[in-house]
C-alpha cells in the first residue's frame, strides 16, 4: 500500500513544478526517489511479512503451548547428548563417536512418547541386527580373498538392501518396522562396507551400538519424564472431541429463548434450552445460527482419519499409562472413528438439504418440524452421551435410555410422515379420515415438489439414528475390549457374575433388545 | 489345524491300548509324543506363516512391479555409493567419511522423483546454511574463552534446535521444508559441537557438505534415470482413477440385455448398454450386479485424501517431464479431489438409501426409475468426459453437451416427480386433473410412506447432479491454469484471441450458460 501512495504523490508534485515541456531533470529526481520509495517499500513489506509470520508462529506456540515445551525438550536432549563432546571422559568413553548419539537424538525425538517409542525400539533392534548380519558377511568375504572381497560385500548389500526395502511395501511389516528397515539398511551398509577400510570392525561396531544406545537411552527419559505426550491418550481426546463436534452439528436443540418465533416451538421450548447450533435447527427455525463454525464441525470428523490411523500405530508403543493400559484396544478407537465418519457422511448430505434455496413449504416445515428436531436432538443426546462414556471410560447407565428416545423420535417421525400422507394419498380409505386434524387446512394449499425437500431431510435423519446406533454398537464393543468400569466404580469382568441387569431398566428398542430378539 | 486333529487320534490309540488302569507309562509315552506333535504342530504352522507372508509379498510384487524396481533402484544406488569404499583414490578422495555419502542415499531415496528431490534440495540447502551458521557461533565461542566455550555452545544448540523444531510446526514451513528443518538441527548441532573436539573443523564440514553433495547426486542420477516414477503423473493418474471409480459407482446403464425384467426398462435398453453397476441401477432393476466392487468404487474416493496431499506436496518438486510442466497447477488437482469427495458423501447416502430393505412401492419405483436411472447415468457420464479431459488434458467439446444433457434430466426428474404429485396433491386443481395418465391406476394403491425412499432416492441424485457440476467447474479451472489443449491440438491460450465459440455449440443449462446470464 505505502509505495502506491507515495508514487501518487510524486507525480502530483512534478506535475506542478515542470509547468509543461522541460521535464528531464525532475524525472531524474523522480527516478531517485522513486528507486528509494521502490527500496523502503519492499523493505516494509518484507518487514510485514515477517511480522505476520512472526504473528502465525506466536499464535500457534499461544494455542498449543505443549508444541513449545517439545522444542524446549529437542532442545534439552540434544544439550545433554552434547555433554559427550564437553566432558573428557565420556568423549573418549565412546571413542569419540559421540555424534552417533548426537544423530540419534535429532532423527528419533518425535512430539509424542509412542512416535519416539516406536522409533527408538526400532533403531535399536535393527542396529543390533544388522550388525551381526554385517559381522557375517565380513567373515564370509573375508574368507573369499582379496580379490572377490569388495565383490560377495557389494552383492550383499545390494540384496540386503533390496528386501529390506521392498519389505517396507509389505502392510504388516510397514505398520510396525517401517523405520527399523531403513536403519536396517544403513547399518548393515555400514558395516559391511566398512569393514573394507576399518581394521577394528568390531571397536567399530561396538560404538556404534553403544552410542545409539546412548542416545535411544537419553531420549526416551527425556520424553517421558518432562511434560509427556501420550499418543494413546491424545487419539482418546481426538476421538472425544470428534464425537462432541458431530453431537454440535446435529443439535437441534433451542434457542433465542425470548425471541422465539413460531408457536410450534413452544414445546420444545419448554425443554433444555441452548443455542441454535445444529443444522436441522437452523432450518426449520429459518434463523442462522450465531455460530456456523460449529454447524462445520462434523468436517473436522471427516479429514480425521489419517491423523488417527497414525496415532493408532505408534499408540501400540506405549507402556501403561494414566487410565490406559499397555494393551489397551487402540484399533477400536480406528473403529469408532470410522463409524463417526459415516454419520458425517449422511450430516453432509443433510446439510445440502438445509442450504437449498428454502423451497419446502412453511406448513409442512411446521408439522415435521418438532419430530425432526426431536430426532435431530436425540441422535445428538446418544452421540455425546458416548463422548462421556468415553471421556470416563464408565459405562451409561443410561445410554439405552437416550438410544430408546432416539428410537421414540424416529417412530414419531415416522407417524408424522404418515399423517402427512392421510392428507395426500388417495388411496387412503374413509374410516381414516375421522383422525384428520387441523392440519388439512394447513396443508391445503402446498404442491407435492414442496414436500419433497422436506422429507428428503427427515429421511435422510432416520438414516442417521440408524447409523448412530451403529456408533453405539462401536463404543460398547470398546467398553467391552477395554474393560470399561460401570457406574458404581467396578470394572465390567468383575462384577459381570454377581449383577443380573433388570430388563426394565432398558427400554423397547434399544441395541440389546434387538439382539436379544 | 493339523496338531489338533493329531492329538485326537493320539487320545483315541491311548485308550484302545490302556485298557482301564494302568495308565502311567501310556501317558509317559502320550506326553512325549504329544510334544513331538506339539514341536511339528508349531513348525508347520510357522512354514504356513511364512509361505503366506511370502505369498503376500509376492503378490504385492506382482501387482505392481514398479515397487520391485524400486527395490533395486535402492541396492543400485547404495552398491553404486559403496565404490567410495572399494576404490582407494576415491575413499581418499573423501578423507575416509564415505559414510556421510551412504548415510545420504539411506535416509534420502523415496520411492518417486518428488520425495527425492525433495529431499535431497532440503538436505543440501539445510547443510550449507546450518555449516555456515555453526561457523560463527564456533568462532564467537572460541573468542570467549576456553571457560565459556561450552557454555556459549551449549546454548546456541538449545537455541537454535529448539526454534528450528519449532518452525516444523508452522504450515508453510512444514510443506516446504520439514525436513530440511531436522538436517538443519542434525548438521548444526554436529559442527558447532564438534568444533570443540575436531581441530581441523573447517575440513570436517568441508568433507561433510561434499559427501552428502556426492550422495544426493547419486541418488537423484539413479531416481531420474532408471525407470523414474513421477510424482505428479502418479497424482494426474490418481486423479483420474478416481474419477472412473466415481462414475462406476454412479454408473446406470443397463443390464443383463437378454433378461431385463420389467418393460420399463425397455426405453433404457434401446440405448448404450452395459452391466448394472451402479447403485441406483441396482435398485431400480432389483438385481444385484456381477460387480459389487465397481458400486464400492466411491470408497476409493473417500479415502485418498491424504495420498492426494503428500503427493500434491511433493510434485511441485519435479521439473518438467512429460505432458506436465515445472509450474504445473498440483493444488488444483486437491481442490478437484474436494470435489470428488463431495460427490462421494452424497453417493454413501444414496447407498444407504438403496441398501435399505426394499419398502418402495414397485409402481412408484417404475414411475420414477427411468428419470433417475437417466440422472444417474448422465452424472456418469459427465465425470466420465471429465476423466478423458483431464487424462488426455485436452478440453473436451462435447462436455457442456453431456452437462446439459444430465441437466436436462434432472429436469425431467423433477417433473416426473410433479406428476407424482399430481396424484397425491389435494390442491391440484381441476384444470390439472385432464393430464392424467394411467400412472393413476398404477399408483392408487401406494401409501406415502411407500414413496418416501424413492423420492429421497430422487432428491439425492439431484444433490449429486448439482455436485456434478461443481466438478466440472474444478476441472475447468484445472484447464484454464494448465492451459490444456482444445480437440484440434492447439492449447487454449494460443488460440484465444482468434476464435469466438458460436453459442449454439453449448446448450441451455451447461455452467458457461448460468455464468453468463
Redesign the interface.
Known amino acids: 500500500m505505502a509505495p502506491v501512495k507515495e508514487g501518487f504523490e510524486g507525480v502530483e508534485w512534478r506535475i506542478r513544478v515542470a509547468d509543461g515541456s522541460s521535464v528531464v531533470p525532475v524525472s531524474d529526481i523522480g527516478f531517485a526517489r522513486k528507486v528509494w520509495l521502490r527500496a523502503k517499500g519492499l523493505v516494509s513489506c518484507l518487514g510485514l511479512n515477517v511480522w505476520m ?1 512472526l504473528k ?2 506466536w499464535d ?2 499461544a494455542n498449543d503451548p505443549r ?2 515445551i ?3 525438550k ?3 536432549a ?2 545433554l547428548v ?1 555433554l559427550f ?2 566432558m573428557r571422559p565420556l ?1 573418549d568413553g565412546v571413542g ?1 563417536n ?2 552417533w548419539a ?2 540419534t537424538v ?2 528419533v525425538f518425535e512430539p509424542n512418547v509412542g512416535a519416539t517409542l516406536y522409533k527408538c525400539l526400532n533403531r535399536m533392534f535393527a542396529t543390533f541386527l544388522a550388525g551381526f548380519l554385517a559381522f557375517g558377511v565380513h567373515w564370509i568375504a573375508s574368507q573369499s580373498g582379496d580379490r572377490f572381497e ?1 565383490f560377495v ?2 552383492a550383499s ?3 540386503l ?3 529390506a ?3 517396507r ?2 502392510p504388516s511389516v510397514k505398520s510396525l518396522f517401517d523405520y527399523g528397515a ?1 536403519i536396517f ?2 547399518t548393515f ?2 558395516v559391511a ?2 569393514g ?2 576399518v581394521d577394528k570392525l568390531f571397536d567399530f561396531a561396538h560404538q556404534r551400538i553403544s552410542t545409539i544406545f546412548i542416545g535411544t537411552s537419553l531420549c526416551i527419559l527425556v520424553i517421558i519424564l518432562v511434560c509427556p505426550i501420550w499418543c494413546g491418550q491424545e487419539l482418546h481426546g481426538l476421538t472425544v472431541r470428534n464425537m462432541d463436534k458431530l453431537a454440535d452439528s446435529l443439535n437441534g436443540w433451542f434457542f433465542f429463548l425470548s425471541r422465539s418465533r413460531s408457536l410450534f416451538l413452544k414445546d420444545m421450548l419448554r425443554t433444555s434450552v441452548t443455542t441454535v447450533s445444529g443444522c436441522v435447527a437452523q432450518y426449520f427455525t429459518n434463523i442462522k445460527g450465531e455460530d456456523d463454525k460449529k454447524v462445520q464441525g462434523y468436517k473436522c470428523v ?2 480425521s ?2 491423523s488417527e490411523d497414525s496415532m493408532a500405530n505408534f499408540a501400540r508403543w506405549e507402556p501403561s499409562h494414566g487410565q490406559f493400559n499397555f494393551r489397551h484396544p487402540w484399533k477400536q478407537y480406528q473403529k469408532i472413528g470410522a463409524s463417526m465418519r ?1 454419520c458425517a ?2 450430516i ?2 443433510l446439510n ?2 438445509t442450504n437449498k434455496e428454502n423451497k419446502a413449504a412453511e406448513s409442512i416445515k411446521k408439522h415435521l418440524s418438532t419430530s425432526c428436531l426431536k430426532v435431530s436432538s436425540t441422535s445428538s443426546s446418544v452421540i455425546r452421551e458416548l463422548a462421556e462414556t468415553v471421556k470416563k471410560m464408565k459405562t451409561s447407565p443410561t445410554i439405552f435410555m437416550f438410544v430408546g428416545e432416539m428410537n421414540r423420535a424416529v417412530e414419531q417421525l ?1 407417524n408424522d ?2 399423517s ?8 387412503t380409505t374413509a374410516e381414516n379420515k375421522e383422525h384428520e386434524t387441523p392440519l388439512a387446512e394447513a396443508t ?6 414442496e ?3 422436506v ?2 431431510l ?3 435423519l432416520i ?1 442417521i439414528a ?2 448412530t446406533e451403529a456408533l453405539v454398537g462401536s463404543v460398547e464393543e470398546l467398553a467391552k475390549l477395554a474393560d470399561f468400569a460401570t457406574n458404581d466404580g467396578k470394572s465390567k469382568k468383575s462384577e459381570m457374575k454377581d449383577k443380573i441387569v433388570p430388563d426394565e431398566e432398558k427400554p423397547e428398542g434399544t441395541l440389546e433388545a434387538v439382539q436379544r430378539v
Open positions: 509470520f502465525k508462529a500457534i506456540g508444541k513449545v517439545h522444542c524446549l529437542v532442545g534439552l540434544l544439550t552434547s563432546y564437553f568423549y569419540g559421540a555424534m548426537v544423530m535429532v532423527l569388495p560385500v557389494g548389500v545390494f540384496l538392501a533390496s528386501m526395502t521392498f519389505s511395501f509389505i531403513m539398511i544403513l551398509s555400514f562396507v566398512s573394507y577400510r471427516l479429514s482419519k489419517a459415516s457422511y449422511c453432509e448430505a445440502s438439504c415416522r410422515l404418515k402427512l400422507s392421510r392428507l395426500l394419498d388417495l388411496s391445503g394449499s402446498v404442491s407435492f415438489m414436500i419433497i425437500p422429507v428428503t427427515a429421511s435422510i438414516d440408524a447409523r
